[in-house]
């Protein structure tokens, strides 16, 4: 069965930061695009950052500069390194697997990690 498991999460102090984990398991990795994407209390969900299986990448503007997304498909495990983190940053992140290909459609969520930034 398809599993993704999210680590990493706390809490931090504003500026500070954290890597966030996603490992994968039941799943050809390589072949998904890997998303992380964030929940704040009372908001909907939102795409933080992207990877591809060829490893472009792309980021919502309220963290460019700031977050990092990388893969290691040897370790069926993406992160998200995030640096100067705002209280805005605040919320539960999900890891997202996805790909399409020849009509067929998945995607795939993990359980969420609390990331709460506050002094």
């Known amino acids: 069965q398809v599993q993704l498991v999210e680590s990493g999460g706390g809490l931090v102090q504003p500026g500070g930061s954290l890597r966030l984990s996603c490992a994968a398991s039941?799943?050809?990795?390589?072949?998904?695009?890997m998303d992380w994407y964030r929940q704040a209390p009372g908001k909907q969900r939102e795409l933080v950052a992207g990877?591809?299986?060829?490893?472009?990448?792309n980021y919502a503007d309220s963290v460019k500069g700031r977050f990092t997304i990388s893969r290691d498909n040897a370790k069926n495990t993406v992160y998200l390194q995030m640096n100067s983190l705002k209280p805005g940053d605040t919320g539960v992140y999900y890891c997202?697997?996805?790909?399409?290909?020849?009509?067929?459609?998945?995607?795939?969520w993990g359980q969420g990690t609390q990331v709460t930034v506050s002094s």
């Open positions: 997202k697997a996805s790909q399409y290909r020849s009509g067929t459609f998945l995607a795939y």
């Open positions: 039941g799943l050809i990795f390589s072949i998904y695009t």
């Open positions: 990877i591809t299986p060829g490893g472009g990448t």
